[in-house]
């Protein structure tokens, strides 16, 4: 629980003024299904004791019925308090974690709880009303802002004659963030830049390997200067004009700078499909342990996205699905953590548009692209940015895909969607577009070595 001294608010004096909370109804209880049986039986003694004209007959329903009085007039004007509570967390391994708190409430010893998931079969149980934390778990592999863990909560009295009014918490909104995989070598744009990296290029300065041998020029360091190399060169001059060797020009050793990369991930995140081909078009209808394509393709920028940034690197991120300004490149853990949860936020927004102005990213950065190419959109973007002079690397996210439960028109018209996709993948080549396939979440699919091959490709601007 965060400190309510050190949390502000931040209020925006545009947005329009919450309505005023009418206060809650006052707690009342509710019969259970056994005060029914203990009210029937305890009138029918009753009655019959009458009409028989026995007075002790009658007598004895008299406890049920005056058990069901004290019960009722026992009960607390206060029921339990319960709650959902879930953090911002990973699907790392497969499973999303949430907290139930239980507050107890004098007189109330039960609480039933049911809670519900999506994907999931309902679990009930019967707890002890006391001061306490319950674990709840599902299993899940899919990420991004969702709805989960329903809750339906009510509490009873100790003779299960009464129970409160069932108390519903709408489903807890939670942040899953995608998992990253360490990737050993990633290619790098055409040009480096700026004055520090972690990368040798190609004009020289303070770096590591060697450029040439030059003669000292106001500028130079004083520890750069080669001693070997000026005793040599001015020893042979000296020899050759037949005097005694002395230092005329001083020598200077000059290496190759280092530089960082400039990095801007690309996410297409205007649809998103499933491994079965009969739920395109419904993202509800997948099921939790089937990764969509935008799970592929958050998991797949947030891995490239750590992996540079521990190099050193600078990376940038621009969401295909927004019409806003992309995030500036930037290092450092603290903006992967900011890329992380732009990129938990992205997801389709109604129909998938299409870009009529080319986005515009940092000149000499390396643009790596993720999508499902399912349309010519991100194509054309990617050959525009080929064209400029960037080095563009296609990153292909549709899952493998499942046929079963498609009529013959729908098998025609995949057909015909799956032909213009694989077109569009060949003309990106074609192009000089680099194009790699992340078409799973397990790690045994070697991703890394791909990259691998492209980090050592030497590609003609």
């Known amino acids: ?80 308090r319960a709650r959902l509570r879930a953090a911002d967390q990973t699907a790392s391994a497969g499973t999303l974690q949430a907290e139930l708190e239980v507050g107890a409430a004098p007189g109330v010893p039960l609480l039933g709880v049911r809670v519900d998931a999506p994907g999931h079969r309902p679990r009930e149980a019967l707890l002890l009303a006391r001061d306490r934390v319950v674990g709840v778990r599902m299993r899940s592999v899919r990420t991004g802002s969702r709805a989960l863990f329903q809750l339906d909560a009510r509490s009873a009295d100790p003779s299960g004659l009464l129970l409160g009014p069932v108390s519903s918490q709408p489903p807890v909104v939670m942040t899953v963030l995608p998992s990253t995989r360490a990737l050993r070598a990633l290619p790098l744009p055409f040009r480096l830049q700026g004055l520090t990296g972690p990368h040798g290029s190609r004009r020289a300065g303070d770096g590591g390997d060697l450029h040439d041998v030059a003669p000292f020029r106001p500028g130079d360091r004083l520890r750069r200067i080669d001693w070997r190399v000026t005793a040599r060169i001015n020893g042979q001059g000296a020899a050759g004009a037949g005097q005694p060797g002395a230092v005329s020009e001083l020598y200077v050793r000059r290496t190759f700078a280092t530089a960082d990369a400039t990095v801007m991930l690309v996410v297409d995140s205007r649809d998103e499909v499933g491994p079965r081909v009969d739920t395109w078009g419904d993202a509800s209808a997948v099921d939790e342990d089937e990764a969509t394509s935008l799970d592929l393709a958050r998991t ?26 992309p995030s500036p490149p930037a290092g ?130």
């Open 332 to 461: 450092g853990r603290p903006h992967l953590h900011r890329l992380t949860q732009q990129l938990a936020r992205a997801r389709p927004d109604g129909e998938p548009t299409r870009r009529q102005r080319v986005p515009r990213l940092p000149s000499g950065a390396l643009i790596v692209l993720f999508s499902t190419f399912l349309d010519d959109d991100p194509a054309r973007l990617a050959t525009s940015w080929r064209g400029s002079g960037h080095r563009v690397v296609a990153v292909d996210t549709l899952p493998p895909l499942l046929l079963a439960g498609l009529s013959g028109r729908q098998r025609t018209a995949f057909r015909v969607v799956s032909m213009d996709r694989l077109d569009r993948i060949a003309d990106l080549g074609r192009a000089g577009v680099e194009t790699v396939s992340w078409q799973s979440l397990d790690p045994a699919h070697d991703v890394a070595a791909e990259l691998g091959v492209l980090a050592r490709r030497r590609v003609r601007r």
């Open 300 to 325: 797949a920028a947030a891995s490239v996205a750590r992996s540079y940034l521990e190099a050193g690197d600078r990376v940038g991120l621009e969401d295909l699905g927004r019409l806003r300004r």
């Open 1 to 80: 629980m965060s400190d309510p001294t050190t949390t502000a608010r931040v209020v925006d004096p545009d947005a329009p003024r919450p309505r005023p909370v009418a206060p809650a109804p006052p707690r009342t209880s509710a019969p259970a299904p056994a005060s029914a049986a203990w009210l029937v039986g305890g009138v029918l003694v009753a009655v019959v004791g009458l009409v028989a004209g026995r007075p002790e007959v009658a007598v004895l329903g008299l406890p049920l019925l005056l058990g069901l009085v004290v019960s009722r007039a026992g009960w607390p004007a206060q029921d339990v």
